[in-house]
């Protein structure tokens, strides 16, 4: 079966319906006027699997963004959902949120890289990987973009006779071809980047709550700690996503969190939007993702808080944001390594 994409930027369409994706346009007579574009073919899509993982190297398109990527290696994370509450959760991890029991399930996601001719026309934020400035005192936050994680269920595999079927600068750092197969395998580097980087890059937990269709997941991640001016404050990152299951047309407008720390203080953040953002969520574009930061006086924390949505008529309500466990990791001295590209 080919696979059908853009020529100019776009790895895929609505009008290929059996892909099972959505586009940043409602419909090909849109995208065609709007970017003077042509279909053109990229690759052959292959079954998903339904059991198993991936392997590195493995061309995927992400079933809800749309853009071609590739597999670096997994993360076995545990999923804590909100809507499952009252279900029989094979799992032997509980999370305590208030009054509310959450089970957790195991679940796999995979560390990507993105083709960066598709960064434009997605709504993901390229940034979602992002680590500690590696000198003393300094507060930076530097980011390697490019980089994301997709959970199993949004590969969509594929195979390609493309020479270079993934634009990103890491590409050839991490990936090499392997003649055996006709696809590709990681390189060394690959390897001592993810063992030198696993405490920042891991994967652990995932948070996920539905409000009148509108389904929240946060994927949280502690980054380190510096002394900044003789205080010592602890940083982490998260990643949220916002879904639109539904066939009503909303808007985000505000954002709402509390913010507790061991330390014992409360902090409340009201604003407008997100990362100066208020986007509609529709058929056409049913999802958003995002990475923001937060950063503690204390080695542990909990976070939670809503969205304001707005519908076309004009009334609000309050999306909940799960409940997530701000936790630091015992540190042994060792910093990021990145990429200087």
Known sequence: MALLGLSKNFSITKCVKFLLVKTPFPSCLQQSRHLSAKLAEVGVLEMPKLQGKYDTGQLFLHRVFG?????????????????????????????????????GRMHTYYQVLIDTRDVPHIRVGTESVTFLSNQENNGTLYSIPGLDYVGHEDVLPYKTTEKQPIHNQLFDKFLASD???????????????????HPWLELTDIHRETTENIRVTVMPFYIGSREVQQTHVYWWRYCIRLENLGDETVQLRERHWRIFSLSGTLETVRGRGIIGKEPIFSKAQPAFQYTSH??????????????KMERHDGSTFECRIPPFSLESKHEDGSTPHGFVV
Do not use: C
Not at 179 to 195: A, C, D, F, H, P
Not at 298 to 304: D, I, K, L, Q, V
């Open 294 to 307: 937060v950063s503690l006086q204390a080695p542990s924390g909990h976070m939670w808080g809503t969205f």
């Open 67 to 103: 853009y071609r990527g590739v597999v670096l290696f997994p993360w076995v994370g545990k999923v804590y959902d909100r809507d499952l509450t009252t279900q029989d959760e094979k799992s032997s991890g509980t999370l305590f949120t208030g009054t509310k029991e959450v089970k």
């Open 179 to 197: 003649s055996g197969s006709g696809g590709y395998i990681g390189k060394e580097t690959l390897r001592e980047w993810q063992n030198k980087n």
